[in-house]
């Protein structure tokens, strides 16, 4: 796909080749100046929620007067052993001490060890994130998948009976939490008609097929919320591009339909839904944890739940913190593709 | 705006189930006939007369254990709504009055609560906090707060900036006058719009909770944490799950038709919606009764 500053330098080269140095130049300098654009821009929009997101993080930790000392030592708790568990943490430092040991540390890459057994929280992290990406991967392509069909179907037969079948649907879906799916889809696929397992997990290394089937009933119970998201947006998108006068020259000048459809509607109408899909993002991320207990996988979610419920504050400020860098990246790829997709993007709007 | 609301039918229906949702997380636990918490009847009964929505792995009934369950389960997503609210809105209107410092402060802040995975969140700060419902509904307000806070902000910013607050003030009205006619009438609806849409997500955030058994503990019922007990069960009741789940839905969907109406009403678009409403209607009337033609004498 060559995008409209390329195109503009390609053509300008040709027609002016008298001037090709200093038009190539500014043709460079514009093309940096947008990949500035396309990526600072964003960073130094996530650069605060990242800082700020750690800092609730560890604020969250912190204040709640949890200790090792607890969730080790349990009722064999005297006050010096706990005092010396608290040295040996360095819990017994000033907040902003332990603030910086914590953000320096976690910028290296550490997550510290979890006070319940000792291990890296990262390592804990690394063996079950795996599960949870590719829940929520598959659930987000699901949802990619069937907002985007439903939701153009939607508004090419805009005001029809299909438009407003599916729109009801999709008032339908959105209201049901993930959880409640994920519990029907068990009962239905499961135990119903015993087409897929219920529970359990099996890397993809086993095999596609095996590990496809136990995915994809959580995945499927995850997309809900995107699918219906996207596609309510992405049809009021559409359907307001369709009114806009570029597409009346465009049918002026004697596009074929599809043309119309696939080169200015869609590239401008699915913007905002585009940006939608990164607000639900999180929702995606937090829906996991519900959803993995329905189907017995031991993802993220779950550890987080556990670590929380023992108090193990470091497990659970690690998986806070992950899930923040998780959501900041995929909001950095969906400003990217916004980027590449809607052609005003391009010119700064 | 309340006349044109009472002519939805749509309005009807919404607050309808939503008043006996309500009532139900009032009286719910008065209304239920047996005790929530003894077992010893059949374990896993089938629907009978006796027992309604047919009887749980420990024998308890099912009908009892959902009513009274309504008032963790309902009443806490008001009060989370509610929380929401107080600490959402009043930073929002703050935010226009107190100097940019203030402004940038909430607003990073406001940008981050939006971007966290809500849930997790919701998991950590209440087992971390203590692992009790009160700690639940106040982080999960507070998680939700941004919501307001945009919404409170936006009406505040466009109010100050618009003429006939300025005329009004220039013309020597007072502050109270100024905000009982010109304020609170912008406020009102996107506030009661994200009331209604904050209910509604914290209900579902509140089930999720109590569905890990995150806020109140198993042997307590709530529609959350029967869901929990339910999966276990799906070989022998695959149906058990579906009283809380029709009833978490239908609240969640009431909650947010409701937001739905209120938006159509308040904006430009509800008044062209009524007055195409209006024009059918109007239409009907004439194809129902002709015009009668006078007869020649």
């Known amino acids: ?33 947008r990949i500035g654009l396309i990526v600072l821009r964003p960073v130094a929009m996530f650069v605060p929620v990242f800082l700020f997101g750690t800092l609730i993080t560890f604020l969250l930790g912190a204040l709640t007067g949890l200790s090792p000392a607890y969730v080790q030592l349990g009722d064999a708790a005297t006050p010096a052993a706990v005092a010396r568990l608290n040295h040996q943490w360095g819990l017994d430092q000033p907040l902003l001490v332990r603030y910086w040991d914590w953000f320096s540390a976690l910028l290296h890459g550490s997550l510290g060890s979890s006070w319940f057994n000792g291990v890296p929280v990262s390592e804990l992290i690394g063996q079950r994130i795996a599960i949870s990406l590719s829940v929520a991967g598959v659930g987000l392509v699901i949802g990619i998948v069937f907002g985007t069909l439903l939701g153009t179907i939607a508004a090419v037969k805009a005001t029809s009976w299909i438009d407003r079948s599916i729109t009801a649907f999709l008032s339908f879906i959105s209201v049901m939490p993930p959880f409640t799916v994920g519990i029907i889809l068990v009962a239905v696929f499961a135990v119903g008609f015993h087409l897929l397992p219920s529970a359990g997990y099996i890397p993809i290394e086993q095999g596609l097929g095996p590990w496809f089937s136990h995915i994809i009933l959580p995945a499927i119970a995850l997309s809900f919320d995107s699918t219906a998201a996207l596609a309510r947006q992405l049809r009021a998108g559409l359907v307001s591009a369709y009114t806009e006068n570029y597409v009346l020259g465009a049918t002026v000048h004697g596009l074929s339909p599809r043309r119309i459809f696939f080169g200015h509607v869609l590239r401008n109408g699915a913007g905002p839904s585009l940006a939608l899909l990164g607000l639900h993002f999180p929702n995606l991320l937090g829906g996991a944890v519900v959803t993995e207990t329905v189907f017995g996988l031991s993802g993220y979610g779950v550890f987080a739940s556990q670590s929380a419920l023992h108090g193990d504050v470091p497990a659970v400020q690690g998986v806070l913190v992950v899930s923040i860098v998780l959501v900041v990246a995929f909001n950095l790829i969906v400003n990217v593709a916004l980027n590449r997709i809607v052609p005003s993007a391009t010119r700064g709007v | 705006m309340l006349s044109r609301l009472v002519r939805l039918p749509s309005t009807w229906i919404s607050f309808g189930i939503i008043l006996f949702i309500v009532l139900l997380g009032f009286f ?128 505040a910013m466009s109010v100050i900036a618009s003429q006939y607050v300025e005329s009004a003030v220039l ?127």
């Open chain 2, 171 to 297: 013309s020597g009205s007072s502050t109270a006058w100024v905000l009982r006619r010109h304020v609170w009438p912008k406020v009102v609806a996107p506030i009661g719009i994200a009331l209604a849409n904050a209910a509604g997500a914290g209900l579902v955030i509140v089930a999720s909770l109590t569905f890990l058994g995150i806020g109140v503990q198993p042997p307590a019922p709530t529609w959350g944490g029967m869901l929990a007990s339910d999966l276990g069960y799906l070989d022998y009741q695959p149906y058990a799950p579906l009283f809380p789940i029709v009833l978490i839905v239908l609240t969640v969907w009431a909650l947010n038709l409701a937001a739905d109406v209120l938006r159509d009403v308040s904006g430009e678009s509800g008044r062209i919606l009524l007055k195409r409403r209006a024009l059918r209607r109007a239409k009907k009337r004439a194809v129902r009764r002709p015009v009668p033609i006078p007869r020649e004498s």
């Open chain 1, 1 to 33: 796909m060559t995008t409209d500053t390329e195109f503009l330098g390609a053509q300008r080269a040709r027609t002016l080749p008298s001037s090709t140095r200093s038009v190539s130049k500014s043709v460079a300098a514009l093309h940096f100046k």
């Open chain 2, 28 to 155: 719910g636990p008065l209304l239920a006939p047996h005790d929530p918490l003894a077992g010893g009847g059949t374990l896993l009964a089938p629907p009978t007369f006796a027992h309604p929505f047919g009887t749980d792995y420990l024998g308890r009934d099912v009908f009892s254990r959902i009513l009274a369950g309504a008032p963790v389960s309902v009443l806490s997503a008001l009060e989370v709504a509610g929380i929401a609210l107080v600490a959402g809105a009043i930073p929002g209107l703050l935010s226009v009055y107190l100097g940019r410092a203030f402004e940038w402060l909430t607003l990073r802040l406001v940008d981050t609560l939006i971007a966290l995975p809500f849930l997790v969140f919701a998991v950590a700060m209440t087992a971390l906090l203590g692992n009790g419902i009160s700690q639940a509904m106040l982080s999960v307000g507070i998680l939700l707060a941004p919501m307001f806070y945009r919404v409170a902000r936006a009406s």
